[in-house]
Every structure is written in C-alpha cells, then in structure tokens.
C-alpha cells in the first residue's frame, strides 16, 4: 500500500477511535451511577472517610476526572484533524458543551458552564503540550 492510503487508514481509525470515546463520555454521562451524589457514597465506602471529608474528595476525584477525560478526547481529535489544533479545539470544546446540555435531561445530573470551561481548559493544555513535545522531538 502506497503511503497515501496508510495515512487516510490511519485518519481513519484516528476518528474511530474520537467516535468511541464520545460513546464513553455520554454513557457517563448518561449513567446514574456516576452522580456526585452516588460517586459521594461510593468514595465514603472506599475510604471509610467521614461525610465531611468525603465531599472534597468527591469533588476532586470528579474534576479529575473530567480533565483526564477531555485531554485524552483532545489527543484523539489533535490526531483525527491531522495535528490541526485549533480544530481539536474547537470540536472538544463543542463536544463539552454538548455534553453538559446532555445532562440537564439525564437523572439525577444537571450541566455546569464550569465543567464545559474545566473541560476546554484540559483540552487547550493537552493539546499545547502535545505542540510542544513536537517541537522538541523536531529538533532531536
């Protein structure tokens, strides 16, 4: 196979895997286990922590979550858009908002601007550090 054809492949699965991850991140959110009241119970389970300890822990786990979640969609999509980084930007931001819109209609959730600014600002450090690495890497 010529190269050319590799790399529209490799687009491909690029997009595939964006696809599936957003399948991943609506089905969080979409799910009434993942709650902060239900992540609350399950952390107060887990660690044997007292109500009041309890709730930063929750918070912190959730927030952590979320960036972990939207760096990881902002490297599929930096790859997917062909390195294009204010595209990636843009579609995870999008997709964040969506999200947040998502589950205002899903049990026991509600959207938050925060979570959707929490969001872009994981996706902008994914993506500038991925910039960076790449200028480095260039120069070795």
């Known amino acids: 196979m010529g190269s050319g054809v590799m790399n529209i492949l490799s687009q491909k699965f690029w997009w595939i895997l964006v696809i599936l991850w957003c399948f991943v991140i609506f089905g969080f959110s979409a799910s009434p286990t993942f709650t902060a009241k239900n992540t609350g119970v399950i952390i107060e389970h887990v660690t044997y922590a007292p109500t009041k300890q309890v709730n930063p822990l929750n918070f912190t786990a959730r927030k952590t979550a979320h ?74």
């Open 67 to 140: 960036v972990i979640i939207y760096a990881v969609l902002a490297l599929l999509l930096y790859n997917a858009t062909r390195y294009n980084a204010v595209l990636s930007y843009i579609l995870a931001t999008i997709y964040a908002a969506s999200d947040e819109f998502h589950q205002g209609f899903a049990p026991g959730r509600g959207p938050a601007v925060s979570d959707v600014i929490l969001d872009s600002i994981a996706v902008l450090v994914m993506i500038g550090a991925i910039v960076q690495c790449k200028k480095r890497w260039s120069k070795i």
